[in-house]
């Protein structure tokens, strides 16, 4: 599994954590031999070509200690949500051990003008709050009476929509703890919440090319090398 997204001067990546290190020699391979330096928080990969690769750790003093801490099982609460509809759970080792999942009915947006697109207008965010008022619920009833076991959480969908529930009080536990990234997802599904709960064990790394040669990813940089 391999997700890509952009980010401001490069991109980041998603890769399972058993399969860094490798992709770290295949990095290496790419741009030329490389400097690495592990921070506190953070690892930070410079190769001969001016290309940099960069990820989050969770403790450790040398590259093996990091991968060591990145491949053990963590307990992650899971928060999707778009307009409409949530996906809420608790995974473990990339496995959804509970969840609750709802769709509520909002209608989309209409080019009408006139008193008719006022109504309309209003009965929308009347749905939209109602959708969202019943994600914050799930969220309240499946995360917050587990919070104190969770390792992390891991949100994904509509920045707004979550932002919503984020301003949320109940909640406020729960957002402490979740990570910066935001998955990209659809519609949330029982499906995607698995597939999202596979996701969130990967490490996501931030590649950026400059003063490196500026090529296209490949397979390489993409993770999905050999």
Do not use: Y
Not at 83 to 105: C, I, M, P, Y
Not at 154 to 180: C, H, I, P, T
Not at 218 to 224: A, L, P, S, V, Y
């Amino acid at each position: 599994m391999s997700r890509v997204r952009p980010v401001p001067g490069g991109r980041a990546v998603e890769v399972e954590p058993e399969r860094v290190e490798g992709w770290i020699a295949r990095f290496a391979t790419r741009h030329g031999a490389v400097q690495t330096r592990v921070g506190e928080h953070e690892v930070v990969i410079t190769a001969a070509d001016g290309a940099s690769a960069t990820f989050t750790t969770r403790g450790g003093a040398s590259v093996a200690e990091v991968i060591a801490n990145l491949t053990a099982p963590r307990r992650i609460g899971l928060v999707l949500v778009r307009l409409g509809g949530h996906s809420v759970g608790v995974a473990f080792g990339g496995k959804v051990e509970l969840s609750a999942t709802d769709r509520k009915q909002v209608h989309g947006r209409i080019r009408a003008g006139g008193w008719s697109q006022q109504r309309f207008a209003r009965r929308r965010e009347g749905q939209a709050r109602v959708a969202l008022q019943a994600a914050a619920d799930d969220v309240f009833r499946v995360l917050v009476p587990r919070i104190a076991e969770l390792d992390g959480v891991v949100l994904g969908g509509d920045w707004q929509a979550l932002d919503v529930l984020r301003n949320d009080r109940r909640l406020s536990d729960v957002f402490a703890k979740a990570e910066d990234r935001v998955l990209d997802v659809p519609e949330p599904r029982r499906a995607i919440l698995d597939e999202a709960a596979e996701r969130a064990r990967c490490v996501e790394i931030v590649i950026q090319d400059t003063g490196a040669t500026g090529a296209e990813p490949d397979r390489m940089d993409t993770g999905e090398g050999a």
